[in-house]
């Protein structure tokens, strides 16, 4: 069997913030893929505003190297799992991978996601320990823990037969010497375990075609672009071909343009032949997982697998006192329009109907994914309202089960007891607890991911900001009974529309946390702060002070105020209730009762109350 000696195809895996996306910069860079003076962004590849600011890779993006005679096609995947349905995919076009790993932090819940991935594809690994030039750096043992990993994931032999380059991504150095004082002053070692390591695809192109899609693009000009891999034959621009629908159909269409990748660039060729990753223009309807072959010889490639949404929230227009003052599109028509539109490119995200054509359900990979979504929405002028995260139960051989999570948490010794104590409560079962002696530990629990929705905070108030928390989707299992996590606190709610004055938020501070400023504008049933009680409270911010011309007794002295706490969109998403709905718009993002008569919610909970009773 022929192979193309002149190309590999990898990807790029890791934990959030271990470092890929810098690796890629620097391979990009010492291969000579970009001129001398040609001027790139650091983390060149996070294209996206949301992906600069977070320092996370959020889409999956490819681009292409040339060292000495090889092209290098590198595929940089999404470290987080709510972004899984983007990993599982790329697995499909690549023969190996770097899996990066951090040489003080080791393996992370992420780590194990995307590897299981790929060693699911049965893909070569090759290992990066990266930041080796770290103080704390203990890379023998993180070496370790990768083969323990692999073992405890079922590599085969081939597979636990790695090699391993040491690097530091910021410096733009590797070995293969641990020693970090042995590092070579460039990145040629990587480059030649690549080119060593990495199976060579097969080059059958002159059997019939075979091009799957597996990435989706989206263009003003060009309308709907298929990325993916050729896995058979050849294609040329102009030529007829059969697109092999999901549902079973068969489309016929003819190639308008094909595109090639080199550095950062999307270039245009004529021909492109099997182990080729290229991008497809001319097809309205195309999807992920979609074959596309000859007229003449029309067989499908197995279809992809793409992760089921775990978690799902409603949109609905913002119908609050405040709508439509700050946003650009507030209507039913444009945030259904702009959904739809995110369906285009989004294969893990699901749109739903409601009964209200004011109304959506939308279900994704988590909380990151959802919010991520949102975020990008009130940036481009969207206003909306959303309800509080829902994890998405399904029937599993026929028993109710609903999504766990594997989460791992880093935290100083001293916390681990008020930990243990609080994942407990969330029906967390503790897998392992390891003290590497340097005053740290390391929990694994699985939780089920309902009681992870409004964790986060809880956690950093528990550990004092020291503690870290990672969690993946691990899978789902039966449905625990009884109510699992979330919030134990009543709320303030305001009971008139104005201006938050600082004289009122004063008389209420000792009732609980409040989360406006002075000179705030609140509206009636607007959440305003956190009851220090379980129950929920009215009370009004807008009252100021009566002038007399009475002279106090107590003027001169000086009275501070506490800070207010600020939140962000995600700890607003993981705060709500049931009873409750968040409203974003550009500037603002609110928390509100969904009924905001305080005289119809107690009605209404007067209501429910009898009706539990009976």
């Not at 709907?224 to 034959?233: A, D, E, K, Y």
């Not at 995200?349 to 994704?364: C, H, M, Q, Y």
């Not at 988590?366 to 994890?391: A, D, F, W």
Request: proline letters at 4%; a negative charge; aromatic letters at 6%.
């Amino acid at each position: 069997m022929k192979h193309r000696k002149d190309i590999r195809n990898i990807a790029i895996i890791a934990h959030v913030d271990h470092g890929k996306t810098t690796l890629v910069d620097q391979l990009l860079h010492q291969s000579g893929t970009f001129r001398t003076n040609e001027q790139v962004e650091e983390r060149a590849m996070d294209s996206n505003a949301l992906e600069k600011e977070r320092g996370i890779t959020i889409l999956a993006k490819n681009t292409a190297i040339q060292y000495e005679d090889t092209r290098i096609n590198i595929l940089d995947t999404p470290g987080h799992a709510d972004f899984g349905g983007e990993v599982e995919r790329i697995m499909k076009m690549v023969d190996g991978v770097l899996l990066v790993v951090d040489s003080y932090e080791g393996c992370m819940p992420q780590t194990r996601f995307v590897l299981k991935k790929a060693l699911e594809q049965k893909l070569t690994p090759i290992v990066v320990v990266n930041k080796i030039d770290k103080p704390a750096a203990r890379p023998a043992a993180v070496v370790d823990e990768v083969v323990d990993l692999l073992i405890d994931l079922d590599a085969d032999e081939e597979q636990l037969d790695f090699p391993v380059v040491y690097a530091s991504a910021i410096n733009g150095t590797a070995s293969v010497d641990p020693e970090p004082e042995k590092q070579n002053e460039n990145m040629n070692d990587l480059f030649s375990a690549i080119i060593d390591h990495i199976p060579t695809p097969v080059d059958n192109r002159e059997e019939p075609l075979q091009f799957q899609v597996t990435m989706l693009d989206y263009n003003d000009y060009l309308g709907r672009i298929g990325v993916g891999r050729v896995f058979r034959g050849s294609i040329k621009v102009g030529q007829p071909v059969a697109l092999m629908k999901l549902d079973g159909s068969v489309k016929q269409f003819r190639v308008t343009k094909l595109f090639g990748f080199i550095g950062l660039k999307r270039i245009e060729i004529e021909e492109a032949i099997a182990g080729d990753i290229i991008a497809i223009s001319g097809m309205e309807e195309i999807n992920v997982g979609e074959t596309v072959c000859p007229l003449d010889h029309q067989e499908a490639l197995p279809i992809l697998r793409i992760d089921e949404p775990t978690l799902q929230m409603t949109f609905s227009v913002n119908n609050s006192p405040f709508a439509g003052r700050e946003g650009k599109y507030v209507t039913s028509r444009k945030i259904e329009e702009r959904l739809r539109a995110q369906l285009e490119t989004d294969v893990s995200l699901r749109v739903d109907n409601t009964d209200s054509p004011e109304a959506w359900i939308v279900s994704g990979r988590g909380e990151l994914h959802l919010s991520i979504l949102i975020e990008n929405m009130r940036r481009e002028g969207y206003e909306l309202q959303v309800s509080k995260p829902e994890v998405i139960v399904k029937e599993v051989d026929g028993v109710r089960s609903e999504p766990v999570e594997r989460v791992i948490i880093d935290v100083p010794e001293e916390y681990t007891g008020a930990i243990m104590e609080s994942v407990g409560e969330r029906k967390g079962e503790m897998l392992n607890m390891v003290n590497n002696g340097s005053g740290q530990v390391r929990l694994e629990f699985l939780v089920p991911a309902r009681g992870l929705i409004g964790y986060s905070t809880e956690f950093m108030t528990q550990t004092r900001g020291y503690g870290i928390i990672n969690h993946t989707f691990d899978g789902y299992q039966p449905m625990l009974e009884g109510k699992v996590g979330g919030r134990r606190q009543g709320v303030l709610v305001s009971m008139e529309q104005g201006k938050a004055s600082q004289y009122s938020i004063m008389q209420v501070e000792d009732r609980g946390i409040i989360f406006v400023e002075p000179g705030t504008e609140v509206y009636e049933g607007m959440i305003v702060g956190e009851h220090t009680r379980e129950n929920d409270i009215t009370v009004n911010l807008t009252k100021v002070k009566q002038m007399t011309n009475m002279r106090s007794a107590n003027k001169d002295q000086t009275v501070t105020m506490k800070r207010p706490r600020i939140m962000t969109l995600e700890e607003s998403l993981e705060y709500l209730n049931d009873d409750e709905l968040c409203e974003i718009t550009p500037e603002s993002i609110r928390l509100r009762k969904k009924i905001l008569d305080k005289n119809e919610r107690e009605r209404i909970e007067k209501r429910n109350k009898l009706a539990n009773k009976v």
